[in-house]
């Protein structure tokens, strides 16, 4: 495995696989690697012959409320990670080196990028988006591998991909979960003990509208209210949304029709938010 740290040398390396006829996934992560990204490397393994993993702390990403400063950062046990998981190259740009001077050209996905996360952390799916635009620019894989998770965040790199006509193909990878069914984020390393147990009630919510879906409710408040019975049964979890919307657009819908429909939940503990989400009437 080779650390990569300037941009143009991964660039000029991304060429030379694409010439030899490699085909190249890309696993873009800001490091403090868990389950949940290991699986994402695991997906790529097995569909590429070459697998690039990017870990950069984006610092247009952040807004006020997230600490940039303080994001966990630790190269090198993540490295020896991702030597584990046979990753051919990690590619760990600094700041300077992705923002270069007079940077001034952003990424917006309009619409979506206002929805959902986008309402309690403005500024966020730029940064994002103008990221992923210039990781996909500078390797230009053939594979993108992104954690169902952050399902707005898929919907975004989905529709960017298409608007701007990048030849990447995005992987989306299931949800990693604890035992408990709480799903894997470096947040949850934050919770006390009891607000971890707490915060199982989250994914039991979740399982509760897809029985429901299953028995036959398609009326999206009803579905809703289902989550929110559910997780107002946990003193400890404060409710911040439950959208019931369709999972392409984001946009609410009434009532379950032909369309995969995402059940999205963020919900705090203590101090601490954490999100989740179910997609209802998947297609096969
Ligand atoms: O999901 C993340 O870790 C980040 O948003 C990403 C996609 C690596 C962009 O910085």
Redesign the pocket.
């Given at each position: 495995m080779e650390i990569i740290n300037r941009r143009q040398r991964m660039a000029s390396l991304a060429r030379k696989l694409r010439r030899e006829h490699k085909v190249i996934g890309f696993v873009?992560?800001?490091g403090a690697l868990h389950k949940g990204?290991l699986k994402l490397v695991q997906n790529a393994r097995q569909m590429s012959d070459i697998v690039i993993v990017?870990i950069?702390?984006?610092p247009t990403?952040f807004n006020e409320s997230d600490d940039f400063e303080t994001y966990p950062r630790d190269l090198t046990a993540d490295a020896a990670l991702l030597a584990e998981y046979n990753v051919d190259y990690v590619f760990t740009p600094d700041a300077k080196d992705i923002y270069g001077e007079n940077f001034s050209t952003y990424v917006t996905v309009d619409d979506l990028s206002e929805k959902l996360e986008g309402a309690s952390r403005p500024g966020?799916f730029r940064?994002?988006a103008t990221?992923?635009t210039i990781?996909f620019n500078t390797i230009r894989p053939d594979f993108g591998y992104?954690?169902q998770k952050?399902a707005q965040?898929v919907a975004i790199?989905k529709r960017l991909t298409q608007n701007l006509g990048f030849e990447t193909e995005i992987i989306v990878v299931p949800i990693v979960r604890e035992k408990s069914g709480l799903a894997m984020s470096s947040r949850n390393e934050l919770l006390t003990s009891e607000q971890r147990e707490a915060a199982s009630i989250i994914y039991k919510s979740l399982l509760e509208v897809e029985i429901a879906t299953e028995k036959g409710v398609r009326n999206t408040t009803k579905l809703a209210e289902i989550v929110r019975n559910e997780i107002e049964t946990e003193p400890l979890a404060n409710i911040d949304y439950i959208a019931v919307v369709d999972n392409k657009t984001l946009d609410p819908i009434e009532k379950i029709g032909e369309n995969p429909v995402l059940v999205a939940v963020a919900a705090r503990f203590g101090e601490i938010r954490l999100i989740d989400n179910i997609v209802l009437n998947k297609k096969q």
């Open positions: 873009p992560t800001m990204h990017s950069f702390v984006n990403q966020h940064g994002v990221v992923v990781l992104f954690g952050d965040q790199i």
